[in-house]
């Protein structure tokens, strides 16, 4: 642990000659860890309630300034007076909109999310059900940016200015410049349609087939991630060449160490600190892009869920998955910082 | 350690790779042609968001899904015809007012218990009921039943407070068991076609009732799988979805050799409603000379490659008996004319309006598109506004705080009163508030007339003044195409917005 944490600190390779100062760093690296640890969390989980809170009620009050109406919306055309009263009634739509905030959060502090007015079921039940497809979406497509935009990075770094190179940062540019929902146009279009690698529209769900749900999801999966992919690529590309000119790779060098070693055993590490920013946002913008890619691969995720309540204006699923996905990012974000201080401690909290 | 770490994250990485690798292989199989096996799975539009329980289900959308699943004592037919069903026979009494249903003998549920009069006598009143918030409109004709009696389990005597001629139309309503609590979550009906599953969505699924009373069902799976229309065409050639209903005349010609492309009608009115509170269609020239203005077949043309009927009120073909098909010729397009009615109206120069359309359904935007290009040659212009279908309930239909909007009207039930209803005076649905002496006095000595020829002629006259009044410019009933792979055979159209899926069957 301490041997890792100081050679990653300065990036210098004498172990020998500084084990005094070393050991002084580790310790204060390891207090100070254990006591901030605490008052992260604490800080952490105020400020996750706080933005929670202040999402939720936005989406309340939005809710109640857009035109429609959920009884409304639910009756149609066969609305009359009465039966549109009387069901506002059994919705309890004809409280205040305060009042209605209020139940909505002691439920949802006690656990209850309150039921669907489409679908007359539970919203956990719900969206238990369709978290498990867009997680595994989201999970698919970090996996594949990382699995990808990593190594190609990292190919483009070390050919620098050969055509590889320009050939992948051309493609690159372009890549980047084509939304998710696009992508998921050209995919269905090139794998769906002309190498009938799969049934554009056909989603296996999970609980008939893990294997075909599975296999279904990669093609989105690579819509979401291309973009990303690209991204990543290039960050890492840009951020490796930047360590590279730093005075503790001539050191390396020095040392007689060849391009590789230098490259995986010192520059890597300090190059990647960008990139996991980049991914852990990355992550969270994922979850919104499987949401409109879903549309277009019509799985029927917590996207489709949300998009579809939101036009019958079912706010309580509405509600939840909006506050499930505030949750979600700001996890990420969370992530994100805890992975700074393992990968660099001199990160401040 | 650190490093232990890193390399213990790598191999889990690299095996969730491998598995989605392998997964992906053995999908392949799995993928392909799976339909057959598992049942027809057909195409809709929307998911059932208003409720499985029949007597809260408002949408088209719904009801079609569900006709599979219900039934009332009286079925339709294909021919609208009423034909018993869970009565087995009726007899009304002399006077029209009293109607005795005897329940056929041997009918059960999907759940596996019979059907009583006691279970009737609860779906109607259920329906009956409008303070239970959301009851159909059934609750207005059914406030003319004085009493409902069940002399015995397989027995059931309505006694009306005054004749109703439209009575067994009404019949048709679902009935469902007393016993279960649950309705809306846990469906229970008497039809061909029980309720297994759904997925918000994603699916609907049902299966075969063995024990089903009448002529049993051909399929024994069968998944109503929710997917946009716009992307039909795509799902039926990749083999996701078997049969989609009400997809457009453009779509059906994309098909390949795979479908047969049944043609029907949608059995709806599609118009552009005027609000007869705005100035301009309050005064009856204007609207004439908006009829004058536009040529309904030349919209059919341009949208439809000519498919459809054009129709002159609200009235489609498919009600035989009140349709009046010279209606449609009532304004012949006429440019010069509609400029002089125009100008006769004090809008020499013509004038501009907006068009409200739901932007959720291509074929009436086409329509307000075709429709508003027509009337600029009369020097009248009308904007285009698109708005969510949510909107449109609130504000068009609610609120009726529009000039015009492009819709399709349907009716509810088997009735023309269910299409001409709405435009009494005070009809709480006359979203376009429309007020004709005229109108109110046909229309009430249609309902109130006991002889079935005299209230035809009634109800025609309310169509004739409609048309000539024009209260609305009506342009046409859609024709519905329906593409069906050519495995399955079958399908029948129906005067009501239902699938039939118990008369399909698998060709060998």
């Not at chain 1, 070390?158 to 998921?184: E, S």
Request: with cysteine; charged share 20%; net charge negative.
């Amino acid at each position: 642990m301490t041997e890792l944490c100081s050679v990653i600190r300065c990036g210098v390779i004498c172990e020998a000659d500084y084990t005094g100062s070393r050991i002084e760093h580790a310790d204060v690296c390891g207090t100070g860890m254990k006591g901030g640890d605490m008052k992260y969390i604490i800080k952490k989980l105020t400020t996750t309630a706080a933005t929670v809170l202040i999402v939720s009620f936005l989406v309340f009050l939005a809710f109640s300034v857009i035109p429609g109406d959920p009884a409304l919306s639910r009756l149609g055309t066969q609305a009359t007076p009465e039966a549109l009263s009387a069901l506002r009634e059994e919705m309890g739509l004809n409280r205040p909109l305060i009042v209605r905030y209020g139940d909505w959060l002691i439920s949802f502090v006690r656990g209850d999310m309150g039921e669907s007015y489409s679908y007359h079921m539970p919203v956990q039940s719900m969206i238990l059900e369709k978290i498990p497809i867009t997680l595994t979406l989201t999970v698919m497509s970090f996996l594949m940016m990382a699995l990808i935009s990593v190594p190609l990075g990292i190919y483009c770094a070390k050919h620098r200015d050969q055509f590889a190179d320009r050939f992948i940062y051309t493609l690159n540019q372009v890549i980047m410049a084509v939304p998710p929902f696009f992508m998921g146009l050209l995919i269905t279009w090139l794998f769906g349609l002309i190498f009938r690698l799969f049934t554009p529209g056909g989603y296996i769900s999970y609980t008939k087939s893990v294997s075909g749900f599975l296999y279904y999801l990669i093609f989105p999966a690579v819509a979401i991630a291309l973009p990303k992919c690209a991204m990543t690529a290039k960050l890492l590309r840009t951020s490796l060449l930047d360590e590279m000119k730093k005075d503790y790779v001539r050191t390396a060098y020095s040392r007689g160490n060849h391009t590789n070693g230098v490259l995986y055993r010192h520059v890597l590490k300090n190059a990647l600190i960008p990139v996991v920013t980049f991914m852990g946002m990355a992550l969270g913008d994922m979850l919104a892009g499987s949401i409109i890619v879903e549309q277009v691969f019509k799985i029927p995720g917590l996207g489709r869920i949300l998009l579809t309540s939101i036009s019958n204006r079912d706010y309580p699923v509405v509600q939840a998955v909006i506050v499930l996905i505030a949750a979600w990012v700001i996890a990420i974000n969370c992530l994100v910082d805890i992975i700074y201080k393992i990968v660099d401690p001199r990160i401040e909290e | 350690m650190k490093q232990k770490m890193l390399k213990n994250i790598l191999s889990v990485v690299v095996l969730a790779a491998l598995t989605i690798a392998l997964g992906g292989c053995a999908g392949g199989k799995a993928g392909d042609g799976s339909s057959l096996d598992s049942g027809i799975v057909i195409g809709i539009p929307q998911d059932i968001e208003d409720s499985l329980d029949p007597h809260e289900a408002v949408a088209a959308g719904t009801k079609e899904v569900l006709f599979n699943m219900y039934e009332g004592l009286l079925k339709p037919d294909s021919e609208g015809n009423l034909n018993p069903a869970l009565a087995g026979e009726y007899s009304i009494s002399e006077d029209g007012k009293t109607y005795t249903f005897k329940l056929r003998e041997g009918v059960l549920f999907h759940d596996g218990t019979a059907v009583t009069a006691g279970d009737v006598k609860y779906s109607i009143e259920k329906c009956a009921d409008a303070g239970n918030g959301d009851a159909l409109n059934l609750a207005a004709a059914f406030s003319n039943i004085k009493e409902l009696n069940t002399p015995d389990d397989k027995t059931v005597e309505i006694v009306l407070k005054e004749k109703d001629t439209d009575f067994l139309s009404y019949m048709t309503v679902a009935v469902i068991p007393e016993a279960n609590k649950e309705p809306r979550t846990d469906p229970i009906g008497t039809g061909p076609y029980k309720f297994v599953s759904r997925s918000p969505q994603e699916s609907i699924v049902m299966e075969k009732f063995e024990q089903y009373w009448g002529e049993p069902a051909h399929i024994q799976n069968v998944t109503f799988k929710i997917s946009p229309v716009d992307t039909a065409v795509m799902d039926l050639e990749g083999g996701s979805i078997d049969m989609y209903a009400r997809i457009s005349s453009a779509q059906a010609a994309q098909l390949g050799d795979n479908f047969n492309i049944e043609e029907g009608t949608m059995n709806l009115v599609q118009a552009m409603y005027l609000n007869h509170d705005c100035e301009y269609f309050r005064d009856k020239r204007v609207r004439q000379a908006l009829c004058y203005g536009i040529d309904e077949q030349g919209i059919l043309d341009l949208t439809s490659e000519g498919k459809g009927t054009v129709i002159g009120s609200s009235m489609f073909p498919a009600f035989g008996k009140y349709y009046m098909d010279e209606l449609k010729d009532t304004y012949p397009r006429d440019v010069e004319r509609a400029k002089e009615l125009l100008a006769e109206a004090g809008y020499p120069d013509g004038f501009s309006f907006t068009v409200k359309v739901p932007s959720n359904y291509q074929p009436h935007i086409d329509t307000a598109q075709v429709l508003a290009e027509q009337l600029k040659e009369i020097g009248v212009t009308a904007d285009i506004e698109l708005i969510e279908w949510d909107s449109w309930l609130s504000d068009v239909y609610t609120d009726r705080n529009y000039e015009a909007t492009v819709v399709g009207v349907d009716a509810a039930s088997l009735t023309a009163r269910a299409l001409l209803e709405r435009f009494d005076s005070e009809a709480g649905n006359n979203f376009i508030n429309y007020k004709n002496a005229e109108y109110d006095a046909a229309f009430e000595s249609a309902v109130n007339t006991t002889d079935d020829g005299e209230q035809t002629k009634f109800y025609k006259e309310c169509e004739k003044i409609l048309a000539e009044d024009a209260a609305n410019v009506y342009i046409q009933d859609m024709a519905s195409f329906v593409a069906l792979n050519k495995r399955y055979a079958g399908y029948e159209f129906y005067p009501l917005y239902v699938q039939d899926v118990a008369k399909l069957y698998i060709l060998e």
